[in-house]
């Protein structure tokens, strides 16, 4: 039996949490050696707060407009995460842009998901501008948070076909689905200790 700790994880949400649900579930499962140390939502009646209080997981409501200032929210934040001894941060729906105040305390330590094949399409409705592109594939990418807008080196992607007769809802509703197992992969990668970043390269080891 191995003697290694699980990874701590703190996830930072502000809605429904169906992407902590998903790595809820598979550390559950015992398919990730890791466990989640907090959930923090900046949103006080986001349902992933259900969630994780559902399964024991210590939930921390720190709402940004009790803030001036994006740097000083952050600092906040890396506080709390520090105080629960969070090896790596998920952002798992955190409808916020990280300061450097946060990227520089957790270095290619904190993971995002983006509904879209990076560098295509950053930012909202990602999915609406692959429609109204006109693209023939979408999907999702895994990547680390830098200080810029989905612009961090990329982990991992999922493909999704787009069908002709896609709407935004359609087309998000596939691409979640890739979401969940596509995050779990990678947060997996992480607490095996198979990644390693190289400039804008990710490489993983087998």
């Not at 200032?69 to 105080?83: F, N, P």
């Amino acid at each position: 039996m191995s003697g290694k700790l699980p990874c701590r994880l703190g996830v930072l949400v502000s809605g429904s949490g169906t992407n902590l649900q998903a790595i809820i579930d598979r550390i559950e499962s015992g398919e990730i050696c890791a466990e989640i140390a907090c959930v923090i939502s900046n949103k006080a009646d986001a349902y992933a707060l259900t969630r994780a209080t559902r399964h024991g997981i210590p939930i921390v409501i720190h709402e940004n407009h009790k803030f001036s200032e994006r740097q000083s929210y952050d600092a906040a934040t890396v506080e709390i995460l520090r105080s629960h001894n969070v090896d790596l941060v998920i952002l798992a729906g955190f409808m916020r842009i990280l300061t450097d105040v946060m990227v520089n305390a957790f270095p290619n330590a904190i993971m995002n998901i983006h509904p879209a094949l990076l560098p295509s399409f950053q930012g909202l409705h990602a999915q609406q501008q692959a429609l109204d592109y006109g693209v023939r594939y979408s999907g999702c990418t895994v990547h680390f948070v830098d200080c810029g807008t989905d612009t961090g080196p990329i982990i991992l992607q999922s493909v999704v076909p787009v069908e002709q007769n896609d709407t935004e809802a359609t087309l998000s509703a596939r691409i979640q689905k890739a979401e969940h197992q596509t995050f779990a992969t990678a947060i997996k990668l992480f607490v095996d200790s198979k990644i390693k970043v190289d400039g804008r390269k990710v490489l993983i080891s087998a």
